[in-house]
């Protein structure tokens, strides 16, 4: 015959079931706010991949992936940055438009990019979030082909939107390239 609980044995169950439900169902939004932070990212990078069937820059959905206030600098692996040279705005790219115009520019040289992300790790605090990883850039310009390995850094904010890239670190870990174009690029002083 089953035995019969107390009353106060009753409460004390329900709570642990309570908290198991409340631990489960933060457990489950942390997993949906990280694949939709990965979704997000993915359509950054397919918004300034460019030359696949005409594909260009999408600048009206990068408009969708950023914040207004979006912070970006890419630069070497050596760079040192301080908080006050990126508090002052001193390098990098501060705000939407900016930012933008930015990678307007710096992409307009590629006939072709494609980008992959490796190794992502992403770390959910409530409304924000951070990201690391590596990132592997394949571009064709002029000059041929090119193969840039980056390591990165972005920091998310859910808004009323869903989430969105507030700030994005790009440091240039290496680059590779066919031995023909490292040996002509030597042969005039362009760095590899």
């Given at each position: 015959m089953p035995s019969i609980l107390s009353?106060?044995?009753?409460?004390?169950?329900?709570?642990?079931?309570?908290?198991?439900s409340e631990s489960l169902a933060l457990r489950v939004r942390t997993l949906e706010d990280i694949e939709a932070i990965r979704a997000l990212h993915a359509r950054y990078h397919d918004y300034v991949d460019k030359g696949s069937g005409g594909k260009?820059?999408?600048?009206?959905?990068l408009r969708e992936v950023f914040t207004d206030d979006v912070f970006f600098y890419w630069g070497a692996e050596r760079d040192v940055l301080t908080?006050?040279?990126?508090?002052?705005?001193?390098?990098?790219?501060?705000?939407?438009?900016?930012?933008?115009a930015m990678l307007e520019a710096s992409t307009s040289v590629w006939e072709m990019a494609?980008?992959?992300?490796?190794n992502e790790e992403i770390t959910v605090a409530g409304d924000t979030a951070l990201g690391t990883r590596s990132d592997w850039v394949?571009?064709?310009?002029?000059?041929?082909?090119?193969?840039?390995?980056?390591?990165?850094?972005?920091?998310?904010?859910?808004?009323?939107?869903?989430?969105?890239?507030?700030?994005?670190?790009?440091?240039y870990a290496g680059k590779l390239l066919p031995e023909a174009h490292v040996s002509s690029r030597v042969e005039t002083g362009l760095s590899t």
């Open positions: 009353i106060g044995e009753l409460q004390h169950q329900i709570e642990e079931l309570r908290a198991q260009v820059l999408n600048s009206v959905g908080q006050d040279q990126l508090e002052a705005g001193m390098i990098g790219h501060r705000g939407l438009e900016n930012v933008i494609v980008h992959s992300m490796l394949a571009t064709r310009t002029t000059d041929g082909p090119n193969l840039w390995f980056l390591k990165g850094s972005s920091t998310y904010i859910r808004t009323p939107q869903g989430w969105r890239i507030q700030r994005v670190e790009l440091h």
